[in-house]
Each structure stands twice: as structure tokens, then as C-alpha cells.
């Protein structure tokens, strides 16, 4: 089993919310994991959106929009980026990273379409 | 300005060497630990090693341990990845970065490929 699990593809549309999902691994636990999310686009390299653990712990990247957050579920074990009002610009694929057992670990990636 | 500037891809066959270099500019090297990163052709990032901002510690994948080497010169501002041994599955384009909790600095990468 994969360390973090992302599903492959997601189609939302403009101006709509996509919640886009990082499940952890049976055994490590999301409560105490800082869940990372980058952003990339064709011939360019990943992009740091943000960071998350928890509301009082987390970090936005650079110059990057507010109506992408961050987020947990618990009871799924997982991390969730949001995006809220979804835009053009936003079809691209992401990725989810965590720092596990002495090595960062990314996601297998979720495409996302806006449509 | 930031800029990473990897060099030393090309093309090699099964088995061979070659050493990537990573030039940095404009931040503070010798305070961040740095990352080698590949992206296989249609596929997902996948990290490959790191090492600590004064040289240590340093940390492999398991689909590398043994073969690469990760090294840092801080003198130089320059970062390197000595691989050996290598494998068609090693064929990526391969990134430095801080990653992690250091600044977002990504260079354009340098183009690996292990061909018979």
C-alpha cells in the first residue's frame, strides 16, 4: 500500500469548490503529519502552495491565493486541499508530500480539470 | 534573484556514471538543506535524496541508496548528486530544491536519460 494515496483525476467547474484528497497510509497518522501541497503545470516544475497540520500550524505559499486551503479529515485519514472558486488557470496537476521515516514522500497525484 | 541552475545531465547507458551539479544564487545556500528531485517522463515527482545545510545528515530513497551520493559545498554554493550504477528507471529530469520548509525555489532541471 502507498504511503499517500491521491485519486487520479477530478473535473470541477469554473467558480466551483474541488476538494482534492491525500490519504495517509494505516499507521501514520494525519493528526500528526504536516501535509504539503504543490501545484504543477506542463514543462514546469512542482510549485509549493502551502502547508498544513493544523489551523494554528500552517503556511501559505507565496503569493498564492487564499481560496486555496488547507485541511484534515480524520476519520479518513487523510488531508484535503480546497479550491474554492475555481478558475482556468487552475487546471494543472497536484501533489501531495509528507516527511515520513527520513524521506519525503509525494503523492501520486491528482489531475484536475476545470471544465 | 534566486536561481538553481542543474548541470551535468545526458545521456549514458546501463551501468554508468555521471554527476549532476546544482549552481545556486541569490539566498543563503548554506542555510537550507537541499533536495535532488526527478520526474520521470509522464509521471509524478519523486524525491530522491537530501542532506542537511552544513553537510549532514543526509538521507537516500530506497530505490537509490547505495548507488548515489549527495554532496554539498557551501564554499561554492553548489550542490551535487554523483550517481552510479544507473538504470533505465533512473531516466528523469532531475531537480534541486530546498522543498520542505524552505523556501520554494525550483531550478528548470536537467535532463537524465539511461538508454541500451
Known amino acids: 500500500q502507498a504511503v499517500l494515496t491521491q485519486p487520479s483525476s477530478l473535473s470541477a467547474s469554473p467558480g466551483a469548490s474541488a476538494s482534492l484528497t491525500c490519504t495517509l497510509r494505516?499507521?501514520?497518522?494525519?493528526?500528526?503529519?504536516?501535509i504539503y501541497w504543490y501545484q504543477q503545470k506542463p514543462g514546469s516544475p512542482p510549485q509549493f502552495l502551502l502547508r498544513?497540520?493544523?489551523?494554528?500550524?500552517?503556511?501559505?505559499g507565496s503569493g498564492v491565493p487564499s481560496r486555496f486551503s488547507g485541511s484534515k479529515d480524520a476519520s479518513a485519514n487523510a488531508g484535503i486541499l480546497l479550491i474554492s472558486g475555481l478558475q482556468s488557470e487552475d487546471e494543472a496537476d497536484y501533489y501531495c508530500?509528507?516527511?515520513?521515516?527520513?524521506?519525503?514522500?509525494f503523492g501520486g497525484g491528482t489531475k484536475l480539470t476545470v471544465l | 534573484e534566486v536561481q538553481l541552475l542543474e548541470s551535468g545531465g545526458g545521456l549514458v547507458q546501463p551501468g554508468g556514471s555521471l554527476r549532476l551539479s546544482c549552481a545556486a544564487s541569490?539566498?543563503?545556500?548554506?542555510?537550507?538543506?537541499m533536495n535532488w528531485v526527478r520526474q520521470a517522463p509522464g509521471k509524478g515527482p519523486e524525491w530522491v535524496s537530501v542532506?542537511?545545510?552544513?553537510?549532514?545528515?543526509?538521507y537516500y530513497a530506497d530505490s537509490v541508496k547505495g548507488r548515489f551520493t549527495i554532496s554539498k559545498d557551501n564554499s561554492k554554493s553548489t550542490l551535487y548528486l554523483q550517481m552510479n550504477s544507473l538504470r533505465a528507471e533512473d531516466t528523469a529530469i532531475y531537480y534541486c530544491?530546498?522543498?520542505?520548509?524552505?523556501?520554494?525555489?525550483w531550478g528548470q532541471g536537467t535532463l537524465v536519460t539511461v538508454y541500451s
Open positions: 530544491t530546498p522543498l520542505g520548509d524552505g523556501p520554494d525555489y
Open positions: 541569490g539566498f543563503t545556500f548554506s542555510s537550507y538543506g
Open positions: 542532506i542537511g545545510a552544513s553537510g549532514s545528515p543526509t
Open positions: 494505516s499507521g501514520i497518522n494525519v493528526g500528526t503529519s504536516r
Open positions: 498544513y497540520k493544523s489551523d494554528s500550524d500552517k503556511q501559505q
Open positions: 508530500m509528507i516527511w515520513h521515516n527520513n524521506a519525503w514522500v
